[in-house]
């Protein structure tokens, strides 16, 4: 589908109420082009989504007199790019990156300045079929001007979300997230993904059933049976069975932190303000996990009372409300109290405890 100018030249004169600032426009300006703009609308034409397309401008200043540039740009998104070439120049302003910002550029009489302009449709976020835009260009002496542009866009589906954020997760947990993949464009497509990759990420694909939308598919990833600590971000990059079309893509990130964990990550008692009480909250995240073998027996040992004890409903987590027996000391205390978990892979919490010092 070629897209048809909604205005001539004539009427794109952008009378300055968008682009123009009071520092940039004369008091009395001339409400006339002063560049002859070819073509008057830039048709990109027809472009698969995750693809490129671009096309240039040719402006030439027709005012009989030298041409003073305030900015071309700002561009509504960064799914669009420009740079400026002056044919008639050399050195470093022969060819510039165009950033929307203030340029202060003179065209010489009837000097010539190209705009090669790109449109990135992997930038965008919300499924486009078909765009239109337009970049202002700002004068000194004169009324500014719109280039306008349109590209037609083959998005055949939408996916959501572009990233699945699995938060923090252990190791061991296995955890899964899901992302959607709805026709756009086209009615129908095949998306049979069943597979596990060679990091242990298990992919798989089902057709699913949604009111009011095109044939749906839902992605379900797992995350490996062991993952290493720290942040992750793994890209999934698939294909239906659409000729030509672009590959579905889904990025997976998250953080993943030891199994067995506690909070807070340090005990405070203070006696002397009578806080002889703390709570303690241990989790096991990894499928496998239990705290059966926890031995609580160490905070005992280190002179402490065990009041209160509280299963989770899967047995993957434990409160323990602990009293301290002692009296508070003129030096105050920190010590690590190393509690035995009977898991393989970690083996001991070390749980760090404050006594705060006598006060008054």
Same mark, same amino acid.
Request: hydrophobic share 40%; glycine share 8%.
């Given at each position: 589908?070629?897209?048809?100018? $909604? ?10 109420? /968008?682009? $123009? #600032?009071? &520092? ?31 096309? /240039? ?7 009989? @007199? ?10 509504? $998104? ?43 449709? #992997? ?14 260009? %700002? ?21 959501? +979300?572009?990233? /699945? ?43 699913? #059933? ?23 971000? @793994? &890209? ?26 506690? #909070? ?16 303690? %909250? ?9 705290? &059966?073998?926890? &031995? ?19 047995? @993957? ?29 970690? +083996? ?13």
């Amino acid at each position: 589908m070629r897209f048809l100018p $909604c205005l001539t030249l004539a009427g794109i004169l952008f009378l300055g109420v /968008v682009a $123009c #600032s009071p &520092q940039e426009s004369h008091p009395q300006t001339l409400a006339v082009a002063p560049l002859s703009v070819e073509p008057e609308f830039l048709d990109l034409g027809s472009v698969t989504f995750g693809e490129r397309t671009s096309g /240039v401008y040719k402006l030439r200043n027709t005012t009989g @007199k030298p041409l003073l540039v305030s900015r071309i740009g700002p561009f509504s $998104c960064q799914c669009v790019s420009a740079e400026l070439e002056l044919p008639a120049r050399t050195g470093a302003m022969a060819r510039q990156r165009l950033d929307g910002k203030r340029l202060n550029l003179t065209l010489g009489v009837e000097e010539q300045m190209l705009i090669h302009f790109t449109l990135d449709t #992997s930038r965008y976020r919300i499924p486009a079929s078909r765009k239109v835009g337009s970049i202002p260009v %700002v004068f000194q002496d004169y009324s500014g001007m719109v280039l306008q542009w349109g590209s037609d866009i083959w998005n055949p589906f939408s996916v959501e +979300p572009w990233n /699945v954020d699995l938060g923090e997760i252990g190791v061991r947990q296995g955890v899964s997230g899901t992302a959607l993949v709805v026709a756009h464009d086209t009615i129908d497509f095949g998306l049979d993904v069943d597979f596990v990759d060679d990091e242990g990420w298990a992919v798989r694909s089902n057709l699913i #059933s949604v009111l009011g939308a095109g044939v749906t598919y839902q992605l379900t990833f797992t995350a490996p049976e062991v993952l290493p600590e720290g942040p992750f971000q @793994k &890209q999934f990059v698939l294909h239906t069975d659409l000729n030509g079309a672009p590959p579905v893509k889904v990025a997976v990130t998250g953080f993943a932190r030891p199994d067995l964990s506690f #909070s807070p990550t340090r005990l405070v008692f203070d006696p002397s303000a009578d806080r002889l009480e703390a709570q303690l %909250v241990v989790t096991h995240r990894a499928v496998d996990g239990s705290l &059966q073998n926890l &031995q609580l027996q160490a905070f005992e040992d280190a002179g402490f009372e065990i009041t209160e004890e509280v299963s989770g409903a899967n047995g @993957k987590s434990l409160m323990v409300r602990l009293r301290f027996l002692g009296e508070a000391t003129e030096a105050g205390a920190n010590l690590s109290i190393e509690v035995p978990t009977g898991d393989e892979h970690n +083996p001991i919490l070390k749980v760090p405890v404050s006594i705060m010092p006598k006060r008054g």
